[in-house]
């Protein structure tokens, strides 16, 4: 566990001292801060829509972060040829797949709270009403669906040598579950045999990232979501990096460690 | 006395991409390096020397034959335990600083924060870097870089040092401060196994050599015995074995 964490830690000092991070952080930071202090002739509504285009604009800053820490982690090292005084050590692959996901798992995470929190206080400050249980679940909910779609990042990039073309097919990927994934059932319902079942399929496989997107929650004033689904739905996303971390590890065993 | 690195029949082979037969990288090598003492291992360009070394390190796996460290199969990562390894360039986290490096890799090895602080403040000393500990690795020369390397190379107090062309590159003062550390090694009673094209130096730091090309061991013994046995000096030597023949002057 110790050369895991240790690995993380490298991750994040990583990512903390990239130019590119601070640069997406600050334009997320501005946008929210000047979309969340003005007003539309006090409309309750046009108030609701530029809450809801300031969290999408969140998810879509998560979803760089995540995809571009990731895509470059295990590509860089084998191009740096940094993999080879770190396995001369007594570290498996394992450990670098591992070290890996939890270093940019807890980065994405860091990053999650300042984006929520700076959210949080904006839209506070104007509304005087502070939902922290239900930033809670928001927050938990995106980082289990953050750990699925780092994961899956990880196992592109042990695939495919150059981190931007597995950015662009993982943010494809995940951008079309979000969009479609929950739509998948209905469509297979319309189609005649075999189509149906191969969409099933399709449905039944794909890692339904969808269900952890609950921004409804703060900006409808939703109630809050029974504590068992956000366990139900953490242990799904637990169970589907795990075996996207172990098809990582299969793929990663053999691989020669230079490009 | 039991061998710390050990290699039986060791058979590397490559797939070649244009369709012919596997390369044969390393052919039946049978090496054995004893405690304490610093062994140089010799060949030109694409003789194994490196492949060699990436089987020794766990990096590739070989067609045939074993190789062990400390009678430990160096697939096994607990074989890499008492080892350190210098590569012929520097490759870490040039965003990091020295001291970060070191921490790093003490972590890496499950030292103690306590022990780990010892252990940098002596290295860092011994590689002449205190100055520039807080710095990033990115700022330094190469041969700040190559002693970097070495330190990180020494934070687990190993027992067998693996350093694959330790001087290449540096100029001749970086290169004596190399020298100078591996004999200290030596006294400390610490086994090198090091590779390089530098016979000059390996005759003066090592205690046996083996030569190797084509993925063949062509010989091996005391660098003493050697000259003694073949009245020629070690770079004679090396030249026979390779099967270099010098153009006849007209």
């Known amino acids: 566990m110790n050369i895991v964490t240790a690995l993380s830690g490298v991750v994040i000092k990583e990512l903390y001292r990239r130019k590119d991070f601070y640069v997406l952080f600050i334009l997320t930071a501005l946008i929210t801060l000047v979309m969340g202090s003005i007003s539309f002739f006090n409309d309750a509504r046009i108030a609701r829509y530029l809450k809801e285009i300031c969290l999408m604009l969140i998810w879509i800053s998560a979803l760089v972060i995540a995809t571009t820490t990731t ?63 239900q930033y809670a679940q928001i927050v938990l909910l995106h980082w289990a669906m953050l750990a699925v779609v780092i994961s899956l990042t990880l196992l592109g990039s042990v695939i495919l040598s150059a981190p931007s073309s597995n950015m662009t097919i993982c943010l494809v990927f995940v951008l079309g579950i979000l969009l479609l994934g929950r739509h998948l059932n209905q469509v297979a319902l319309e189609q005649p045999e075999p189509i149906r079942s191969l969409i099933y399929l399709v449905y039944y496989v794909i890692p339904h990232l969808e269900w952890y997107d609950v921004r409804d929650l703060i900006i409808y004033e939703h109630k809050l979501i029974a504590w068992s689904d956000c366990a139900l739905a953490g242990l799904y996303a637990f169970v589907y990096s795990g075996f996207l971390l172990m098809g990582t590890w299969l793929a990663f065993r053999r691989k020669p460690l230079h490009l | 006395m039991e061998p710390i690195l050990e290699t039986n029949g060791l058979r590397v082979e490559y797939r070649v991409q244009n369709g012919q037969g596997p390369k044969v990288a390393v052919r039946d090598l049978n090496l054995a390096v004893y405690p304490g003492e610093v062994f140089g291992f010799l060949g030109p360009n694409g003789a194994g020397k490196t492949t060699t070394m990436n089987v020794l390190l766990g990096f590739v796996i070989a067609t045939g034959g074993s190789a062990r460290l400390f009678g430990v199969d160096v697939r096994e990562p607990i074989a890499r335990q008492r080892i350190g390894y210098l590569p012929e360039l520097t490759y870490y986290y040039k965003f990091l600083t020295v001291e970060e490096l070191l921490r790093f890799y003490a972590r890496v090895f499950g030292l103690s924060r306590d022990e780990a602080d010892r252990r940098i403040d002596g290295l860092l000393k011994l590689v002449e870097l205190e100055h520039a500990r807080k710095r990033p690795i990115k700022t330094y020369s190469k041969g700040m870089q190559q002693r970097v390397g070495l330190a990180q190379a020494l934070i687990n107090n190993p027992d067998l040092l693996i350093l694959d062309e330790p001087t290449s590159g540096l100029d001749p003062l970086g290169r004596m401060k190399v020298r100078e550390i591996i004999q200290r090694l030596k006294r400390e009673g610490k086994t090198v196994f090091f590779s390089s094209h530098e016979l000059g130096e390996v005759e003066t730091v090592c205690d046996r050599v083996a030569i190797i090309n084509e993925g063949e061991l062509k010989v091996v013994g005391r660098v003493s015995e050697l000259v003694e046995s073949h009245q020629a000096n070690l770079e004679q030597i090396f030249l026979s074995m390779i099967g270099y023949k010098p153009e006849p002057v007209v």
């Not at chain 1, 050590?89 to 929190?117: D, E, I, N």
């Open chain 1, 71 to 133: 895509a470059r982690q295990i590509p860089a090292e084998r191009e740096n040829r940094t993999i080879f005084p770190l396995l001369a050590k007594p570290v498996t692959r394992w450990h670098v797949v591992a070290g890996k996901f939890l270093g940019c798992w807890l980065a994405s995470g860091m990053a999650l709270v300042v984006f929520y929190f700076f959210f949080a206080v904006v839209s506070g400050t104007r509304d005087s009403h502070w939902p922290l249980l």
